[in-house]
């Protein structure tokens, strides 16, 4: 899973990406600090791998992991070339997911590139920018299918017909009816790479009073909410996230509980990166590791075990399956298995999220 995050320069979004990955990138207050991505690799928080741990002693444990790109950030005209823009917008299509942080902090020492901080009128900006870098990619594709003979093929006549629908919706700004298109149709259209098409989370960048609680901000969440009902909004104090990670976990955990913050805005925003791309977990034992795996909802067992190795999934046999939960009580796979508590499925079964598999499978 690579996720992109995206917005307006000096918004705080090198900050975040220090706290997610540990990565130490430059911060500095003028335009453009950021100018080659940067690229950091982020393992997914899970207490079931402890849990599985706990009971089948591994020499060491691997979590799921998330690929964070911060790249240049976004001015007015970036769709036409401004700024750092080209760059910007190319790197992004590459990204499954696209993280839009938003200013709402205020620093009269930090400079904002439109004068005065509005984050709804910056999300604004941002979608703009990402539709007009669309729409450049959708006419010439355009133009390209309207000189192709009627008749000659049905699958690029569908083509034309989505791309004529979806330059509609990004002419008129309908972001929303754009979030609910078919996925079936997205998924013809992902080689285009398609910004708009994208699922996409708004990270609030706010101050540590602001992420407490304090009444600014309501009702700017209000009008989020009515402006943008297709956008998930996580409130993060980017600068706090960054000072937290420098903490130990019990050291952290003290500091939320004193602050009266229930979590980490980041374990929240990955948590919700997963439910935006519809992606669950299982996990796999082997003598020395305990290993969890991110897959899309509905995949098959044989698909499964593809992840794992491409002989796996060509020579698939079976898969022993057995619940996350079922395995802890029981003590282990081998109590797991006496208690009648493993399953047989074959490759058709429809993993799901929980699952502990050992895939049998010959070469």
Not at 91 to 109: C, G, H, S, T, Y
Request: glycine share 8%; net charge negative.
């Amino acid at each position: 899973m690579r996720i992109g995050i995206v917005g307006l320069t000096n918004v705080g979004k090198s900050t975040l990406f220090t706290a997610l990955t540990k990565v130490k990138v430059p911060v500095n207050n003028y335009p453009f600090c950021t100018i080659d991505p940067n690229i950091g690799v982020v393992p997914v928080p899970d207490f079931r791998v402890e849990q599985i741990a706990k009971v089948t002693k591994p020499e060491r444990t691997v979590y799921a992991a998330i690929e964070f790109v911060d790249v240049a950030g976004l001015v007015r005209g970036a769709s036409k070339g401004e700024g750092l823009g080209n760059q910007f917008l190319g790197k992004m299509r590459e990204m499954d997911l696209l993280v839009i942080v938003l200013r709402a902090f205020l620093d009269p020492e930090v400079v904002h590139v439109e004068g005065n901080v509005d984050p709804l009128r910056d999300l604004e900006l941002v979608l703009s920018e990402l539709a007009l870098s669309d729409l450049d990619i959708l006419s010439r594709r355009l133009s390209y299918l309207e000189k192709v003979p009627k008749g000659t093929s049905l699958k690029l006549q569908q083509e034309a017909s989505a791309l004529k629908e979806i330059q509609g919706l990004l002419n008129r700004g309908d972001f929303k009816t754009l979030s609910e298109y078919p996925q079936e149709i997205k998924q013809t259209l992902s080689g285009y790479g398609f910004l708009t098409l994208k699922p996409m989370i708004a990270l609030v960048n706010v101050s540590e009073k602001q992420l407490q609680g304090d009444g600014e901000l309501l009702d700017l969440s209000k009008e989020f909410e009515k402006r943008f009902p297709f956008m998930p909004a996580i409130r993060v104090c980017a600068l706090l996230e960054k000072e937290l990670w420098d903490l130990s976990p019990e050291e952290r955990e003290e500091y939320l509980k004193e602050a009266k913050i229930e979590r980490s805005s980041l374990e929240e925003l990955i948590q919700s990166s997963y439910r935006m791309l519809n992606l669950i977990t299982f996990f796999t034992i082997q003598s020395s590791e305990v290993r969890a795996w991110s897959i899309p909802s509905g995949t098959r067992a044989q698909s499964a075990a593809g992840k794992i190795h491409t002989d796996m999934e060509k020579g698939f046999i079976k898969a022993e399956v057995v619940y996350w939960e079922d395995l802890v009580k029981a003590g282990g796979w081998v109590l797991a298995r006496e208690k009648g508590l493993l399953r047989s499925e074959g490759r058709d079964y429809k993993v799901q999220d929980g699952d502990v598999l050992y895939f049998k499978f010959q070469v």
